[in-house]
């Protein structure tokens, strides 16, 4: 078999997840399947790398054949090797810390090293969907305010609420997940969110052959250019969409037959 391989850039949240926000652990082999037949996949995510540990190495066989782009760049483990670039000031995280216990529904995330997260609890979301969002507005409007004159971005995404430094989202993310690519192959992103396009940006920049997958039905997503497209499933079955589109995906039965 002398198939093209593959770089793969990921989003975690929505895209190696299933719709109740549960790591999808079967794909979880599948990749590392693959990863054993020669592609590579780089998570390019906000979550911390201690989330990534306790939710998706506990998977994998070899947890350190992937690589880790975490907190949009700032924090990385690329071989076990981990790096980490412009800690959160104790006093930042306090004042966050101090406001967010008397909001319902959310919590401080403790495990973010460069960034401040406030997140949903997903539970609760789906018990009082109402509730917990009207509490993340809240978050983002008291973040807003911490941000001013720290020189720090407020970003909103479906479940959580982050503050950055200025200058950190996924384009960043995406010029430092290229370090780890291997030069010459075709890079494939997968995002959930408008927002994860942005990974593409250093790609087209540098002139690097990209596709961009769309994984769900989620509004404020259409592709506008022949190499951006969109799965008909959401969450990790449209990860599962885009590998059989690449012919990288087989379902356990067919490859049960296989070997039968
Ligand atoms: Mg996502």
């Not at 384009?171 to 969110?193: C, H, M, N």
């Amino acid at each position: 078999m002398n198939r093209e391989k593959y770089v793969f850039f990921l989003d975690v949240d929505g895209v190696i997840t299933d719709e109740f926000a549960r790591v999808d652990t079967l794909l979880l082999s599948d990749l590392e399947r693959l990863q054993k037949d020669g592609h590579r996949f780089i998570f390019v995510t906000g979550r911390s790398l201690n989330w990534m540990e306790n939710n998706v190495f506990p998977h994998l066989n070899s947890p350190n054949g992937f690589t880790y782009v975490c907190e949009y760049g700032k924090v990385i483990s690329h071989a076990g090797e981990i790096s980490v670039e412009g800690r959160i000031p104790q006093n930042v995280e306090d004042r966050v810390k101090k406001n967010v216990g008397s909001l319902f529904g959310v919590f401080f995330d403790q495990t973010k090293k460069t960034l401040v997260t406030i997140e949903a609890d997903h539970a609760v979301a789906k018990m009082h969907p109402d509730k917990v969002e009207a509490s993340l507005q809240k978050a983002e409007r008291m973040l807003d305010a911490v941000a001013e004159g720290l020189n720090m971005d407020v970003i909103r995404s479906t479940f959580a609420v982050d503050m950055v430094k200025k200058g950190t989202n996924k384009e960043e993310a995406g010029r430092k997940a290229l370090a780890y690519v291997i030069p010459s192959r075709k890079i494939i992103v997968v995002g959930d969110s408008p927002r994860d396009l942005d990974m593409t940006k250093p790609l087209r920049a540098s002139g690097i052959p990209h596709e961009f997958y769309f994984v769900g039905k989620k509004l404020g997503f259409e592709p506008t250019q022949p190499n951006q497209f969109k799965t008909e499933a959401g969450y990790s079955e449209g990860l599962r969409e885009v590998l059989t589109a690449k012919g990288l995906y087989e379902d356990k039965a067919r490859r049960k037959n296989k070997l039968a």
